[in-house]
């Protein structure tokens, strides 16, 4: 039986480790402090959970979520379709939001993303169109304090190529974490990506951008890089699909220049290959960034699921595990590199403590009903037990019920089924 939530939790028993080990884990308020062998753990005061069934993993992060557009895909209902026609459904649209409905919307989200096992979110928040620019930072300000000490919750700035900077400014004094923007979209894409550098440099906060998400083009990446080396605050791009389309000789330079500037980079498989590749009908391409140069390359590479049931995606499960699958599937990457990428890659590039089943790491914890770590990602049972800090935030037990077939059967030529 599982007590009221959120509880601290005092011991984790039998968990399967992404390894294949078998332990139980200590935990000591917001830390683990002891991974040992089964049954070598003292009982102590507080929950314990029996993890017998259930593999154990760093809790994942979503690095790159859009919640004030976040399931409007049903009432916009827009023509499916690559990016600049979502763009114009989705301003369309926002003309005419208000806070509570972004905030309606980002807290169901959000509920749903917890249950999965997120424990730490980064999202982009437009400035909207309509009368009331700011509702998307008010609403989500709201947000991040109704799920303080459940989910960590970033607000990058998302602004049109107008913005006044004043406004954008604004946004900050609400709570805005990071400087975002998307100039390759902008008429100047390089102008565009100063512009926003700037201002990340003139507030003295760190930028995530959103990058190349296009097939071709001007590569803004490779000036972020050149501005960002030697910067000491928070550095990252999302998107980045341009480089899965590169050659590999000028794909090679420029994931030089990503690693000597120390930029994160963030994959986000689903909604790249939704919008990505409609005007190439016969071998479309993958709409991904190039995964394996950068991770072969040393680069700080995580992965998320972008939009959720918006224009720019009308599916997403708010499942880091729909994540990684993808990764595998449509990446080509192992499944371990996979869940790292949605757990400690993800975490890394949000400039996140470590987390995990280690010894001092902050325990930000995901058990799932799996015999592997593999299995886990490949059948994402709905099981599952997310820990957040120390405490159990979010607990899900599936009631499934299959009718038992007929076993040894002998079939005779009279019988129906017979061959």
Known sequence: MIPALPVPVAALRNA?????????????????????????????????????????????????????????????????????????????????????????????????????????????????????????????????????????????TLPAEDT?????????????????????????????????????????????????????????????????????????????????????????VLVDAVRAADIGIIGLPITNLYLQGWEQPVATPRGLTAFRALIDAGVRVAAGADNVRDPFNPLGRCDPLETAMLLVAAGHLSPAEALHLVGDGARDVLGLPAAGPRTGAVADLLAVRAETATEAIAFASADRFVLHAGRLVAASVLDSRVAEPVRDVVLTATDPGAA
């Open 16 to 156: 399967r480790l992404a390894d294949g080990t078998v332990a139980d884990v200590r935990l000591d308020g917001p830390l683990v402090v002891a991974v040992e062998p089964p049954g070598t753990t003292a009982h102590g005061a507080g929950l314990e959970l029996d993890l017998d069934g259930f593999v154990l993993l760093t809790a994942p992060a979503e690095p790159h979520a859009h919640l004030d557009k976040a399931l409007t895909f049903d009432e916009i209902a827009p023509p499916l379709g690559d990016l600049p026609s979502a763009i114009a459904s989705f301003h369309t649209y926002a003309i005419t939001a208000d806070e509570h409905d972004i905030a309606d919307r980002a807290r169901r989200t959000l509920g749903r993303m917890l249950a999965n096992g997120v424990t730490a979110v980064r999202t982009h928040v437009n400035f909207s169109p309509g009368p009331d620019a700011l509702a998307g930072y008010r609403a989500l300000a709201t947000v991040r304090r109704e799920f303080a000490g459940l989910v960590d919750l970033q607000i990058v």
């Open 164 to 252: 006044p900077d004043d406004v954008h400014e604004d946004a900050f004094a609400l709570g805005a974490d990071l400087v975002g923007g998307a100039p390759h979209l902008w008429p100047d894409p390089i102008a565009g990506t100063d512009h926003l550098l700037d201002l990340a440099e003139a507030l003295g906060v760190g930028a995530d951008l959103h990058a190349d998400e296009s097939l071709d083009g001007p590569v803004t990446l490779a000036r972020f890089a050149e501005r960002a080396r030697g910067w000491s605050v928070g550095r990252s791009a999302g998107h980045c699909v341009r480089l899965g389309m590169l050659p590999e000789d000028e794909l090679a």
